[in-house]
């Protein structure tokens, strides 16, 4: 393996590690946390493409107090998407579900982006072994006939 292919082989390592980190990172979350989280999710209903999070709408501020209260009274997060996406619509929920035409949603572009990548690369290498072309003799004769006739006129003006 050469030192170019050993130095992308060590960055997927390092971003599949990153990747790893991160997803495994959280642990148990803050009553606050979630509620943060969540907000976070749901699309304000007075709002267009905002969260509840974001909005200072009088809908999402008694959103965000539900919220609290869903989860002081213990329900768990998909029970209080499901809630909601009952209440509003699949539509509330800034996330889409993890099947259907959820995945499709959140998959395509990331199958794009690598397929992208893929596709870089493979131009990459197929342009490296390409054969250099050469000249013919004939090209370099007509250069040299070009250069003397030239070098002709210089010396004649």
């Known amino acids: 393996m050469s030192a170019r292919g050993a130095a992308w082989l060590l960055l997927g390592v390092l971003v599949a590690a990153a990747i790893v980190i991160a997803a495994s990172q959280g642990g148990e979350a803050t009553p606050s946390e979630r509620a943060r989280d969540l907000a976070a999710e749901i699309q304000c209903p007075e709002c267009d493409g905002v969260s509840v999070e974001q909005s200072l709408a009088p809908t999402s501020r008694a ?11 213990g329900q768990s997060d998909d029970q ?10 699949e539509a509330i929920l800034l996330r889409p579900e993890g099947s ?8 395509l572009p990331v199958v794009l982006v690598i397929a992208g990548a893929g596709a870089l690369v493979l131009a990459s290498r197929r342009r490296r072994h390409e ?3 050469h000249a013919t003799d004939a090209d370099e004769a007509l250069v040299e006939n070009i250069r003397g006739d030239r070098g002709t006129r210089e010396r004649a003006e």
């Not at 209080?80 to 619509?89: H, L, N, P």
């Not at 259907?100 to 998959?107: F, Y």
Request: net charge positive; hydrophobic share 50%; aromatic share 10%.
């Open 131 to 133: 054969p250099l072309l």
């Open 100 to 107: 259907g035409l959820g995945v499709l949603v959140w998959g």
């Open 63 to 73: 959103i965000r107090a539900d919220l609290r209260r869903r989860i002081a009274a």
């Open 80 to 89: 209080i998407r499901q809630a909601y996406a009952e209440r509003y619509g």
